[in-house]
């Protein structure tokens, strides 16, 4: 059964830090590569970061490197997105996906199996 279950959204002020949390199923968690995709209003959706299947390769788009880091959890079947220096265009809906590429994927039509999204917005 392909579950993604994302967590952890909510309202911070810029500068601030969230955690994203996406517990998947086993199956789906152990297949490939994770990652995450954000959509903010009025845009279309975006890549955020991904890690490889066994975690020891990840990649970032230009705009959160240095501020934000992905990490898996094989014990928990769980992937996080640590969100640091938070910023207003960072508002965005943030969905966790599963590819089943063992590699990083960049390419968002290269993943499979989605969530149904966690609400981060950053506002003073």
């Known amino acids: 059964q392909v579950q993604l279950v994302e967590s952890g959204g909510g309202l911070v002020q810029p500068g601030g830090s969230l955690r994203l949390s996406c517990k998947a199923s086993?199956?789906?968690?152990?297949?490939?590569?994770m990652g995450w995709i954000r959509q903010a209003p009025g845009k279309e959706r975006e890549f955020v970061a991904t890690?490889?299947?066994?975690?020891?390769?990840?990649s970032y788009a230009d705009f959160v490197k240095g501020r934000f880091s992905i990490s898996r959890d094989s014990a928990e079947n769980t992937v996080y997105l640590q969100m640091n220096g938070l910023k207003f265009e960072d508002t965005a809906v943030y969905y966790c996906?599963?590819?089943?590429?063992?590699?990083?994927?960049?390419?968002?039509?290269?993943?499979?199996?989605w969530g149904q999204g966690t609400q981060v917005t950053v506002s003073s």
């Open positions: 086993r199956p789906t968690f152990t297949r490939g590569a």
């Open positions: 996906a599963a590819s089943p590429s063992p590699n990083t994927v960049v390419e968002e039509r290269e993943y499979d199996y």
């Open positions: 890690i490889s299947r066994s975690g020891l390769s990840s």
